[in-house]
């Protein structure tokens, strides 16, 4: 069995501990991280290799940075990795793509962390739907049915990813925002979460304000979307809600998926 997970960790600095602790508890072959909020140079490499990992990664200061940290064992080719999206001028540091050789099968990742867009007349939501409309480029470019894209989407896919159907058309939930799952559907991609979970209501962030998380105000916006071929190999997909109750936790929880490759 094979364990891929997504996490947007809010600052690896703060919770390296939490992310230690995560692989090692459910013994994660393959965690891909959003929002490390450091620069290359302070990647913790060593206390990753004392638990038999490896990682690529986009650092950035204070913001964005995402990585790919994988068990010692598995095989990434080394040519494949793409740091930012192809023909997107951007300064943000906000994805990384990489191959794995698993059972003669090239498994190709693209882990994002996906703009937030802030609300629907501004800049940065202009920025969104730029970002996502080079991202669906670009995944239309790769033409591999064995592709995992993953990370934090701050996009909702529908009405049971969002706690208050009152939030239906603002920012995470607007059509122009989810076109992106209509281009990804129209690749025969899948959502892995709800292929295996068809009518739960589950969501992976929670506002750290006014008690969201234990009042469950959350908002499923961290995806695993597989390509058609690794939906055979497909047997769990799970939100770990319980690394959000650690003491200072990050505000997502991790998706893991398992895979009998």
Excluded at 162 to 172: D, P
Excluded at 179 to 186: D, K, M
């Amino acid at each position: 069995m094979l364990k891929i997970s997504t996490w947007n960790v809010n600052s690896l600095n703060v919770r390296l501990a939490h992310v230690v602790e995560f692989i090692q508890q459910q013994n994660i072959d393959i965690l891909c991280l959003q929002e490390l909020k450091i620069i290359d140079a302070k990647f913790p490499l060593a206390q990753l290799a004392d638990i038999g990992c490896k990682a690529v990664f986009l650092g950035q200061p204070t913001y964005n940075g995402v990585a790919i940290i994988y068990k010692n064992h598995l095989n990434l080719s080394e040519n494949s990795i793409q740091y930012n999206i192809i023909n997107f001028d951007d300064e943000q540091k906000r994805m990384i793509k990489a191959d794995f050789i698993i059972n003669n099968k090239t498994i190709t990742i693209i882990n994002g962390y996906f703009p937030n867009g802030q609300d629907l007349t501004s800049d940065k939501f202009i920025y969104k739907l730029s970002w996502l409309k080079a991202l669906s480029a670009y995944i239309t470019s790769i033409k591999n049915d064995n592709l995992i894209l993953l990370g934090d989407f701050n996009v909702t896919f529908d009405s049971k990813d969002v706690y208050n159907i009152n939030l239906e058309g603002g920012i995470f939930c607007t059509e122009q925002e989810r076109a992106l799952f209509t281009h990804l559907a129209n690749l025969d991609m899948t959502d892995a979460y709800r292929h295996v979970n068809p009518d739960k209501y589950e969501f992976t962030w929670w506002d750290y304000r006014m008690a969201c998380f234990r009042r469950n105000l959350g908002l499923r916006i961290d995806h695993i979307w597989l390509g058609k071929n690794l939906i055979p190999y497909l047997k769990t997909c799970v939100i770990n809600k319980e690394m959000r109750k650690l003491e200072k936790p990050s505000d997502h929880a991790p998706v893991t998926i398992e895979m009998d490759l």
